[in-house]
């Protein structure tokens, strides 16, 4: 990946204000990631690489999650989102997204998916 594109400084104060104001689903989700509770690995939350601010992003397995809510579904969000992940995909990152849903009625199955994704060392 390149350097000096993670956590830009004009991005600070954005990602401050999606920290402090996660969806119901962010948080469900967030309680699960953080403290490196899924085989030791460290999720960040609301980090940025270039003018992309992601909800959670654990760096040593270059794995972004995203929890979608219904703001994603239409014409504008999803040209975004593609145009989002082709680039991330050009990093080296992998991008998994979930519904807010899955996340309230399959935690578990989610948590799953996201461990698939971790390399084995």
């Not at 490196?36 to 992309?52: A, C, D, L, P, T």
């Not at 601010?53 to 999803?78: R, S, T």
């Not at 040209?79 to 578990?108: A, M, P, V």
Request: hydrophobic fraction near 35%; proline fraction near 2%.
């Amino acid at each position: 990946m390149k350097r000096g594109i993670n956590n830009l400084k004009y991005l600070k104060a954005h990602r401050k204000n999606l920290r402090n104001n996660p969806t119901k689903a962010e948080t469900m989700l967030w309680k699960a990631l953080r403290k490196n509770q899924v085989e030791g690995r460290k999720f960040r939350r609301q980090h940025s690489i270039s003018n992309y601010i992601l909800d959670f992003y654990c760096p040593e397995e270059k794995l972004a999650v995203e929890v979608d809510g219904e703001v994603h579904y239409n014409m504008v969000n999803e040209q975004y989102d593609h145009k989002r992940k082709w680039f991330l995909e050009h990093c080296g990152i992998q991008l998994l997204r979930f519904e807010n849903k899955q996340i309230f009625e399959n935690l578990d199955i989610v948590l799953e998916a996201i461990k698939d994704r971790f390399r084995t060392k």
